[in-house]
C-alpha cells in the first residue's frame, strides 16, 4: 500500500493507527496523584480506531487477571477531526472499507468495512464526546457505552455519528438518557478538548496508546496492537508483587462478566484453542444458550435473552 495520510488505514503488522505530524514530547510528566491502585494505566484510543478493537482480547484479560492492580484511564485521542484536515490529503472513506476488512481478518476481530460505502462517517468527534458524556454519569457504564457503539460500528455497519445511535446506545448500558443528552451538548466537548489536549502534551502519534503509570510517576509505555504477555509484562515491570488472580474460565461466567464476546475473545479468556472456541460458540447457539450476531468477517455471541 502506498504512502499516506489516512488514520484509518492502520498499520496492520504494527496494530497502529497513526495519525500525521505529531511531534513526541517525553519531558511532560503524567499525573499520578489519582492513582487509586499501584497501576494506572492511561489509554488514549478513539471509538472508531479498528487497532484498538484489535486489542478487545488482551485488555480483558489482562483486567480478569490483574484488575486488582491497575485501572484504566479511558482517554479520546481525536483519529478523525474530519476529511478535510491535513491540507485536504487526506484519503476518502471508501478507501477505509477494504482495509478494515482486511484488519478483521489480520486480528481476527469481526469488523464489517461496508459501513464506508452504505453510510460513511464523517468524523470520530462526535462519539468520542458521547463517550465523555457517558463518563460524566458513570466511568463503568461509559466502558460499556464505548464497547456498544464500536460493535455498532464495526459489525452492525451503523454510522456512530448519528445522534439516534448513540442514544440508543446510552439507553441500552443504562444511562440516564436525558443527563446523557444535556452533557452530550454541553460540558462532554470540553471534557474531550482535555483528552485531545494532554495527547498533544504528551506526544500521543496515534492508537492504541497505553502509559502504564505508578504512585512515584515510573511509566511503561506500550504503542500499537501488541500480544498480551506485552501488556502483562509492562504492568509486572511496575508492580512485580502483583498477584494474578484466578477466575471461573467456564463460558457461563465469561458471559456473565462480558455480555459480548467474540470467538478470539473467548480463545483469549478461557484458553480454548480457537478452533475449538467458535465450534463450542456455535453450539451454545445452536442450543438457544446463545445469540449469535453473524457478519461477512466474523461472528459475535452473547447470552440469550429468557
Request: glycine share 6%; aromatic share 12%.
Amino acid at each position: 500500500m502506498k504512502e499516506q495520510n489516512n488514520p484509518l488505514l492502520c498499520d496492520i503488522q504494527t496494530g497502529i493507527c497513526e495519525m500525521p505530524q505529531v511531534k513526541s514530547n517525553e519531558a511532560v510528566q503524567l499525573n499520578s496523584e489519582t492513582i487509586s491502585k499501584p497501576v494506572k494505566v492511561i489509554y488514549f484510543t478513539d471509538p472508531i480506531c479498528s487497532s484498538c478493537w484489535g486489542i478487545e482480547p488482551q485488555l480483558r484479560k489482562l483486567k480478569l487477571e490483574y484488575g486488582d492492580t491497575f485501572e484504566i484511564d479511558y482517554r479520546m485521542g481525536g483519529l478523525l477531526p474530519n476529511w478535510n484536515y491535513n491540507n485536504g490529503t487526506i484519503s476518502k472513506p471508501s478507501d477505509v472499507a477494504e482495509h478494515w476488512d482486511d484488519v478483521s481478518v489480520y486480528y481476527d476481530m469481526p469488523i464489517d468495512g461496508d459501513v464506508w460505502l452504505e453510510d460513511p462517517l464523517v468524523s470520530s468527534y462526535p462519539p468520542s464526546m458521547a463517550f465523555k458524556a457517558a463518563e460524566m454519569q458513570d466511568k463503568e457504564k461509559a466502558i460499556s457505552f464505548l464497547r456498544e457503539i464500536r460493535e455498532m460500528v464495526f459489525l452492525q455497519k451503523k454510522n456512530i455519528t448519528r445522534r439516534e445511535h448513540l442514544e440508543l446506545a446510552a439507553q441500552r448500558i443504562g444511562l440516564d438518557l436525558d443527563q446523557f443528552k444535556y452533557d452530550y451538548i454541553g460540558k462532554a466537548k470540553e471534557l474531550f478538548n482535555q483528552d485531545l489536549e494532554l495527547a498533544k502534551e504528551l506526544g500521543v502519534r496515534g492508537f492504541p496508546s497505553l502509559f502504564f503509570v505508578d504512585e512515584t510517576g515510573n511509566k511503561e509505555f506500550v504503542y500499537g496492537s501488541q500480544p498480551y504477555s506485552v501488556y502483562e509484562k509492562a504492568l509486572l515491570t511496575l508492580a512485580p508483587t502483583a498477584k494474578k488472580l484466578e477466575y471461573d474460565l467456564s463460558w457461563e461466567a465469561l458471559f456473565d462478566k462480558y455480555p459480548t464476546i467474540t470467538a478470539k475473545e473467548f480463545t483469549e479468556l478461557s484458553g480454548t484453542p480457537r478452533n475449538k472456541s467458535e465450534q463450542l460458540l456455535n453450539e451454545l447457539a445452536e442450543k438457544g444458550k446463545l445469540e449469535k450476531w453473524v457478519t461477512k468477517n466474523g461472528s459475535i455471541w452473547k447470552l440469550k435473552m429468557k
